[in-house]
């Protein structure tokens, strides 16, 4: 998946890349700065190698042999994995017999291009820049000092990150699960959560690493898929911390499809005889089980390297007790050094969308300072001169995937190529281990030359996330960019055939069958250019709308916000403190007081959208403001309309004052005479309307919320008796030390289950909670003044403005982003951008991180004089047409319109720019004039040639 975004970074004109490089020092100050780098000797010239391969093929060194086998074994000459960039070999000099004792050079011999210099030596490096973005990451926890689970010592113990590579199509085993000594396949893993994290006694480390539950559900998932036969995925965990987008979905599927989730800590692991791991729990009522395993993997959480903490403590950046880089919530990739930014693991554990969010945050907030200098040192990337293919026999080059053995490990791929080349048009076929790898990519480029290529078939994986890539590879060999096809032989073969390796392989030959007869009928299309509106809309006045807009305003661009209350502010206004205890009034105030101050930002408070049209670039909104209506132009849109707290319909809400919600209860520590001052007692209950039919996702903020306000609670009168009703506490990262206080403080956590759910009762002096304790087993009744219930946050009604903007929805009503991972707050729709609680529920520092990141990918549209729009979109064959209009009443998106020639005839015409290529007008036409480039008579072939 991440693959074409690192050639997309090799490849980039003005990203320059220094590898095995290290930071030595950095002096000046913001908008100044000198950073002095170090660069490790790579024995390897970078313009010389051209990664054959011969060299590491003859080389004898390797690095010691452990028990984890393949795991830690490498040639002392390498590449670090298959899709490397750049993808050049190095030599490890810790190894490398010609450098330790002078002896082999056998690499520097064998090599064709006299690339091998054993004489390099470090290089200094000297960098003048603006900013600097510190996304250095994070080093997983070592379970080598954990006795009890005998890593290191019992073949079968690894680690999570090892048992990637066991998964990894590219790893030791090629995706095959082994075991020691016989390398059979395991009918039974165990997985060990929270090894290394949320135990500052054992491992040092408090904080919960966030990612680790959810990582160990896919290793189960993707194992099943994995081994054939009878196999059972077991996950020992305290508590099940799936609060992302989609997660808790996930994690039903899991249970349904026979993970089975043991909440229960294994002591220790012992082994037998046949080299099989014994591990002994105590189940739920009580009772010690012993059970037997094939492989226990380890989950470990993340931690900062020591000498990175170190290293940065230099630079004069302050660090948090957990080493992790100190951020507050409403700036949360600023550094306490100005002009230093973070993203990622080093400021604290994350996943993959988030990481990724705050990197595009963290370029926003350094754009912001340098937006001055915008385009005074950037290059522009050129192509080749087009070939013109027109009445050329089409030549179609085929390139089938193995994709290590994602693809491999079932379909049959010489199989494939050699079917192939029995096809009509068929010039050239070959099979990669990785197609889109750099390597293959500069190949391809050669073979379309030396071959004289003019249409290309992938065979590989989802041109969801490959094609662009792809095409800019045909740009670079002088093809058109839309004379590829792919045959996605990865998704809808090896995937979803996993188990029928024969039909996969046939079902692989007709897909290629199939691009293939598409491929012989396409044509060039042209890319018209188009002017660029440089000003945005943000619609949501939010802090996430705020950020937004003070974000591109301060980069110089002009932005209307657009806020349907009378003030901005949002949920914030009714919030207290972050959970930092920052105070959200204080900095609210401020943020708003920025904004209204901004003279690039025009505010439209009581105003509602009601229409909008155009593309990328140029968009026309439709505002309603005090009942006169606006139009508003402008390049890109920010979606940051924001979330709800829903209202409860269960436990006597509504019917009883003294059951509030957490806004309700932020509301009465703000007001001196509140209930809550007199209360001897309190009970919240988590997940009020979340995780169940209705509403099947975790609402992510309220195990944190609920933490602060009980020990607020606590803080007015530490007598009083506090306990949490919950299903899974999910303080994740460093929020868990918010968990450890409360129960240090005496706040008391009962578990109840969605089956067994909590009962409240009215008395005149007080309410009764029945529930059951999850320890004792026995029935429980909680005598209290005061009930707080977690109660969902649920999503505003998108529909109107998602049927506007043509957006998607997910199941759950949030926005849908392009890509979770690659591409977290675009939408499909280019020019339009997501952030906040629209996308998702989630705390204020994350929110404005997305802000940030929105503003950010915004700025790429915005900074252009003109975009380029898409070429497979609508036609007309005007000797068809009869100007009905059909086809001008379809589309949904303006892209047709009807027009008289000088005869007075009407025709249809499309515009180009607005035009997605849904096809609908094609549908519509009554006559057939109207069709998609590429999606014509290429789709009858086809069909034709699905039915051959």
């Not at 913001?30 to 660069?39: A, H, I």
């Not at 200094?124 to 000092?145: C, K, R, Y």
């Not at 992790?324 to 973070?342: A, D, I, L, M, N």
């Not at 980069?555 to 209307?560: A, H, I, N, R």
């Amino acid at each position: 998946m991440i693959s074409p975004k690192l050639v997309e970074v090799g490849r980039h004109l003005n990203i320059k890349l220094h590898t095995l490089t290290t930071v030595h020092t950095v002096t000046g100050e913001e908008g100044d700065f000198t950073v002095s780098l170090r660069q490790a000797p790579r024995y390897v010239d970078m313009d010389k190698c051209i990664a054959c391969g011969e060299c590491t093929k003859k080389c004898p060194g390797k690095t010691p042999d452990k028990f984890n086998e393949g795991l830690d074994k490498r040639k002392a000459i390498y590449v670090p994995y298959p899709q490397a960039v750049p993808l050049k070999y190095a030599i490890d000099p810790a190894i490398c017999l010609k450098l330790i004792k002078d002896k082999c050079g056998t690499c520097a011999k064998v090599c064709p291009t006299g690339a091998i210099h054993y004489e390099d030596t470090d290089r200094e490096i000297t960098l003048n820049v603006g900013s600097v973005i510190m996304a250095a990451g994070f080093t997983p926890f070592d379970p080598s000092g954990l006795d009890n689970y005998q890593y290191g010592n019992f073949p079968n113990v690894v680690t999570s990150i090892e048992y990637e590579r066991l998964l990894s199509a590219g790893g030791p085993t090629m995706g095959h699960i082994e075991c020691y000594p016989d390398k059979h396949a395991p009918q039974k893993i165990a997985w060990l959560q929270c090894v290394g994290s949320r135990d500052q006694n054992k491992c040092g480390n408090a904080y919960c690493s966030s990612v680790c539950c959810m990582y160990a559900v896919k290793e189960a998932m993707m194992t099943k898929d994995h081994i054939d036969g009878e196999f059972q995925a077991s996950i020992f965990l305290m508590d099940m911390r799936t609060f992302g987008k989609d997660f808790e979905k996930y994690y039903e599927r899991a249970k349904d499809q026979g993970v089975r989730f043991v909440r229960s800590r294994i002591h220790s692991i012992t082994e037998d005889a046949d080299k099989k791991l014994i591990c002994t729990h105590v189940s739920e009522d009580g009772i010690n089980i012993t059970e037997t395993f094939d492989m226990v993997v380890l989950s470990v959480g993340m931690e900062t390297p020591k000498d990175l903490a170190q290293t940065v403590r230099d630079m004069g950046i302050e660090l948090n007790a957990n080493n992790f880089v100190e951020t507050q919530s409403f700036s949360p990739v600023s550094t306490s050094r100005k002009g230093f930014y973070v993203c990622g693991a080093l400021q604290e554990p994350k996943d993959i969308p988030l990481a990724v969010m705050e990197a595009s945050a963290a370029a926003c907030d350094a754009g912001s300072r340098l937006a001055k200098s915008r385009g005074t040192l950037t290059q522009t990337r050129t192509y080749p001169t087009e070939t013109d293919v027109a009445g050329q026999e089409a030549r179609i080059g085929v390139f089938v995937c193995n994709c290590g053995t994602n693809i491999g490990g079932i379909v049959d791929v010489p199989a494939v190529a050699a079917y192939a080349r029995t096809l009509s048009h068929v010039a050239y076929v070959e099979e990669n281990m990785f197609t889109c790898s750099q390597d293959t990519q500069d190949k391809l480029k050669f073979v379309i030359k030396e071959n004289r290529l003019n249409r290309i078939v992938i065979a590989a994986c989802t041109p969801r996330t490959h094609e662009p890539l792809f095409q800019e590879t045909l740009k670079d060999a002088g093809l058109n960019k839309y004379l590829i096809e792919m045959a996605n032989i990865r998704n809808q073969c090896s995937w979803v055939h996993s188990k029928e390796p024969i039909l996969a392989t046939k079902k692989a030959c007709d897909l290629v069958r199939i691009a293939v007869a598409k491929s012989a009928l396409m044509h060039p299309l042209s890319q018209p250019t188009v002017a660029v509106v440089q000003k945005c809309l943000v619609i949501g006045g939010g802090v996430t709308g705020i950020i937004a807009a003070l974000g591109l305003a301060n980069q110089g661009f002009f932005t209307t916000l657009v806020e349907k209350d009378e003030g901005l502010g949002g949920n914030a206004l009714y919030l207290n403190q972050t959970w930092k205890g920052e105070s959200i009034e204080k900095n609210l105030a401020d943020l708003i007081g920025q904004v209204e101050e901004h003279p690039l930002v025009e505010i439209l408070t009581n105003a509602q959208v009601t229409g909008t049209s155009g593309f990328i670039g140029n968009f026309k909104t439709v505002v309603s403001v005090a009942a006169k209506e606006r139009i508003i132009d402008h390049g890109a849109v920010i979606m940051a309309i924001g979330a709800k707290e829903s209202k409860p319909d269960e436990y006597l809400y509504g019917k009883d004052e003294r059951v509030v919600t957490h806004l309700e209860l932020d509301a009465a520590f703000r007001n001196k005479e509140s209930m809550v001052d007199a209360c001897r007692s309190a009970v919240f209950i988590q997940c009020v309307g979340s995780r169940d039919k209705n509403r099947p996702y975790c609402s992510k903020v309220c195990c944190t919320h609920s933490m602060k306000s009980a020990l607020k609670l606590k803080e007015k009168n530490p007598k009083m008796d506090v306990y949490v009703l919950y299903r899974d506490i999910r303080t994740y990262g460093q929020r868990e030390l918010l968990y450890k206080e409360a129960r240090d403080r005496g706040v008391i956590f009962i578990r109840y289950t969605l089956e067994h759910k909590p009962v409240v009762e009215r008395q005149t002096d007080s309410l009764i909670i029945r529930t059951r304790d999850h320890i004792l087993g026995l029935p429980l009744e909680i005598e209290t003044d005061l009930l707080v219930l977690a109660s969902a946050i649920e999503p505003r009604d998108n529909s109107a403005l998602a049927q506007m903007f043509k957006l998607t929805l997910n199941d759950d009503n949030f926005f849908m982003e392009a890509h979770a991972k690659l591409r977290p707050v675009d939408f499909a729709t280019d020019g339009m951008f997501l952030a906040g609680m629209a996308h998702y529920p989630k705390p204020i520092e994350e929110s404005i991180a997305q802000a940030k990141a929105a503003v950010s990918r915004a700025t790429v549209v915005l900074s252009k004089s003109s975009v380029v729009v898409d070429g497979v979109v609508s036609f007309v064959n005007k000797a068809l047409c009869r100007g009905c209009g059909a086809c001008e009443d379809t589309c949904a998106f303006g892209a047709i319109e009807i027009y008289e020639d000088e005869n007075k005839a009407k025709f249809a015409r499309v515009q180009q720019a607005l035009c997605k290529g849904c096809a609908a007008c094609s549908s519509a036409c009554p006559t057939g004039a109207a069709g998609v480039f590429h999606y014509d008579n290429e789709v009858l072939a086809m069909v034709e040639a699905a039915l051959n």
